[in-house]
């Protein structure tokens, strides 16, 4: 059962310092979501990949958040700078209807 | 602004009992609602969903009503199980690609 992959799974950092998530979906599915998870609350939705094209982007992504799939297939979101507000579990999902598929997240920690 | 808001942040139940667990919406356009439970280190995993043209749909232990009058949706588990204990999220697509999840419910079931 080949489902939605993340990693790392832990991410601890420095504050300032640059960090990179990997998403690998279901080969079959064509979009793509960012969610961010923190404690006591649902995952946010941070973008939308359908294939390669970035459909959509929340405001929570600043500038300092960047998100790619190349070839549209794995997808990676990047902070750059990342301060201690960043600390979160990073959800990927994946789908091809409404139902999403989530990976189990990379939770970062930001020192 | 919340728009899809679960009020209770957790829910104890003893094995066999029904488990009803509730959302609430505030905008009268949202035309579909998803669960998702999510174990710990774990993502979100699909459960079960609803159309609204529909005020009921049922999968095995596990139905959902929705109420569009009230904007009011709740997930029952009968009988409810220990393995059932886990967290809780309602959903819905606002707009294309963006979906809005509640905060969540912790449901934990007694042995």
């Known amino acids: 059962d080949t489902g939605v992959s993340q990693d790392p799974r832990h991410k601890i950092t420095k504050r300032g310092q640059n960090v990179t998530f990997r998403c690998d979906p279901i080969?079959?599915?064509?979009?793509l979501y960012w969610y961010r998870q923190t404690l006591g609350q649902g995952p946010e939705f941070l973008t939308y990949?359908?294939?390669?094209?970035?459909?959509?982007k929340s405001r929570l992504l600043s500038d300092r958040f960047s998100a790619e799939r190349p070839k549209g297939s794995f997808s990676t979101l990047e902070i750059q700078r990342t301060e201690q507000g960043d600390s979160a579990m990073y959800l990927c999902?994946?789908?091809?209807?409404?139902?999403?598929?989530f990976g189990p997240g990379t939770r970062l920690t930001v020192l | 602004d919340q728009q899809v808001k679960q009020n209770s942040p957790s829910l104890s139940v003893q094995e066999g009992r029904i488990s009803i667990l509730n959302c609430d919406y505030t905008?009268?356009?949202?035309?579909?609602f998803l669960w998702y439970k999510k174990y710990p280190a774990e993502g979100p995993t699909f459960l079960i969903s609803?159309?609204?043209?529909?005020d009921k749909n049922e999968d095995g232990r596990f139905t959902v009503f929705l109420n569009k009058s009230a904007k009011h949706l709740s997930l029952h588990i009968v009988p409810s199980q220990p393995g059932d204990s886990a967290v809780y999220f309602c959903?819905?697509?606002?707009?294309?690609?963006?979906?809005?999840f509640g905060t969540g419910t912790r449901l934990k079931v007694l042995a």
């Open positions: 999902a994946s789908s091809r209807d409404i139902r999403q598929f």
């Open positions: 080969s079959e599915h064509n979009r």
């Open positions: 990949f359908q294939n390669e094209a970035q459909l959509e």
């Open positions: 905008n009268s356009m949202f035309d579909y």
């Open positions: 609803i159309s609204s043209i529909k």
């Open positions: 959903a819905t697509p606002s707009g294309t690609y963006k979906y809005i």
